[in-house]
């Protein structure tokens, strides 16, 4: 995905690491360019609302079960190869 306008991280980049974004598993450095991304880039900004709205509901519903790495893993493969079939 590609909103057409110049940006210092690529929008596929972006969207590849929300995820990681969201639990806080990046480094500074990396979520201030995201954070800086998503502020610049309205569509990438919708797609990180979309995936916390997710991230909650998982939660909330399945919050108290611990997720083992590999199906998290699986999961997002499964994104990134819907990510990249849509764009």
């Known amino acids: ?3 057409g306008d110049p940006h210092d991280k690529d929008c596929r980049e972006v969207l590849d690491l929300v995820y ?3 639990d806080g598993e990046l480094d500074e450095g990396s979520s201030g ?8 880039c309205s569509p990438c900004l919708k797609e990180y609302d979309l995936d916390k709205a997710v991230k909650a509901l998982v939660a ?4 108290c079960d611990p997720v083992p790495d590999d199906l998290r893993a699986k999961v997002l493969e ?3 190869r819907v990510r990249s079939e849509l764009a």
Request: aromatic share 4%.
């Open 78 to 80: 499964r994104i990134a």
């Open 60 to 63: 909330k519903h399945c919050g």
């Open 1 to 3: 995905m590609s909103c």
């Open 20 to 22: 990681s974004y969201l």
């Open 33 to 40: 360019e995201i954070r800086m991304h998503l502020e610049e």
